[in-house]
């Protein structure tokens, strides 16, 4: 085998190697790009809840609360 063969051999294989791995790094990309947008969705939901809670004690009560008792 003469080296413009061995070499083009060895570029294929480092051509397929990098190919199978974009192709791996792509499938993490997906998986993790799915995972922020589930966690966006628990924040904003997280959010719209607390905002809810502070609204609804608000509205319960108007008068300032009591000191604690002193011991």
Do not use: C, G, W
Not at 14 to 26: G, M, P
Not at 40 to 55: D, G, H, P
Not at 62 to 71: A, K, L, T
Request: hydrophobic share 35%.
């Amino acid at each position: 085998m003469n080296t413009i063969e061995h070499r083009l051999m060895e570029l294929e294989a480092k051509v397929a190697f990098q190919d199978e791995t974009i192709d791996i790094l792509n499938d993490e990309i997906k998986v993790h790009q799915q995972l922020l947008a589930k966690m966006k969705r628990q924040t904003e939901l997280l959010a719209e809840k607390i905002k809810e809670s502070q609204s609804s004690s608000s509205m319960m009560s108007n008068e300032p609360e009591p000191p604690p008792p002193h011991y």
